[in-house]
């Protein structure tokens, strides 16, 4: 026995949706004929897919299972299609990224090329700024960019917490104004500082200005003072935190993909996808390892606190242990 693909996404579809009705007015088709489907998807399986919940209708432990499946099956289908028809598919596409997130164009990069391996890619790695305003003049197809979401090429695909970051041996000077490591004015980082200092009546200077992000790194190695940045793709020697030397807060910064009103193609489309799906998986990862470095820094003031309680107390014993000898 074969499974019927159109059924399968129709399955597929009445889930994502929320309903048969949903699916029905989806896809063109009367509520009868998606029910149709339906039972007989169930009568090729050979077991109960739904369940009645209310008016509506909710999935079985089986029909959840069914369902990771299908998707599965659909993928593969659409995969196969889209590599064979992929392979003739010529021309030139241009992408932009910022440096913070661009760990995750490897896996991005190498399956686009799998799919259209006869599509050339020019890949361009800069600011913010310079990303989202090329993309709207049309000298980039697509851009990953930080901020910039108000702009209308841009869709927002989650968001980034912002941290300090120091050298391992940094230690800011009490009674001084903070040195601050940055890149030009336009930097949405540098701007982002600057505004939660002021907002703090925190004083600061720039200790160390750069136009490239290596120089930045430099100038935090060699101690000149802090930087506000995410805490993505970080050389070794630095540290970060959310309040590094207590420090404010910097709150988060919108993640977003921009894409010229000028670009079309299954093959754009395509780039998109395995773009917006890559970051999501990178700031899923981020999110979950600002969260981890967090909850070590709670662990580690508490045990501070614990042995400095331990210590008040053993001192206390000796000097009563004195007093009575």
């Known amino acids: 026995m074969n499974l019927d693909l159109d059924t399968?996404?129709?399955?597929?579809?009445?889930?994502?949706?929320?309903?048969?009705?949903?699916?029905?007015?989806?896809l063109?088709?009367?509520p009868s004929a998606i029910s149709l489907q339906m039972k007989r998807l169930q009568d090729d399986v050979g077991v109960a897919l739904f369940r009645k919940r209310g008016r509506g209708l909710a999935l079985t432990e089986a029909g959840e299972v069914a369902l990771q499946y299908a998707r599965r099956i659909l993928a593969l289908n659409d995969e196969l299609l889209?590599?064979?028809?992929?392979?003739s598919v010529a021309g030139h596409i241009r992408i932009g990224c910022t440096m913070d997130l661009s760990s995750m164009l490897p896996?991005?990069?190498?399956r686009f090329t799998a799919l259209y391996p006869q599509m050339q890619v020019e890949l361009r790695i800069e600011g913010n700024a310079a990303l989202a305003e090329a993309t709207e003049r049309s000298q980039i197809d697509l851009s990953v960019v930080l901020g910039h979401e108000e702009r209308a090429a841009a869709t927002k695909v989650g968001e980034v917490e912002l941290v300090w970051i120091s050298a391992e041996n940094y230690v800011p000077q009490t009674g001084q104004a903070l040195p601050l490591a940055a890149l030009g004015p336009r930097c949405i980082f540098r701007r982002r500082a600057i505004e939660q200092?002021?907002?703090?009546?925190?004083a600061y200077r720039i200790?160390?200005?750069s136009p490239s992000l290596d120089g930045l790194w430099l100038a935090l190695l060699g101690g000149l003072?802090?930087?506000a940045r995410t805490a993505l793709n970080l050389p070794q020697g630095l540290v970060w935190g959310r309040s590094l030397h207590d420090l404010p807060a910097l709150g988060t910064l919108p993640v977003t993909l921009h894409r010229s009103a000028a670009s079309s193609g299954v093959a754009m489309d395509r780039m998109a996808s395995l773009l917006a799906d890559g970051l999501v998986g990178l700031l899923s990862s981020a999110k979950t390892e600002v969260m981890k470095n967090?909850?070590?820094k709670t662990v580690a003031k508490s045990a501070a606190k614990t042995r400095h309680l331990m210590y008040d107390a053993t001192n206390e014993s000796t000097l009563q242990q004195r007093m009575h000898s």
């Open 8 to 26: 399968l996404r129709t399955f597929s579809a009445a889930h994502d949706l929320g309903g048969l009705a949903q699916a029905a007015e989806r």
């Open 28 to 30: 063109g088709r009367t």
């Open 82 to 87: 889209e590599t064979m028809q992929g392979a």
């Open 107 to 110: 896996a991005v990069l190498s």
């Open 197 to 202: 200092l002021d907002e703090k009546a925190m």
């Open 207 to 209: 200790a160390a200005n």
């Open 225 to 227: 003072g802090v930087t």
């Open 294 to 296: 967090a909850s070590m």
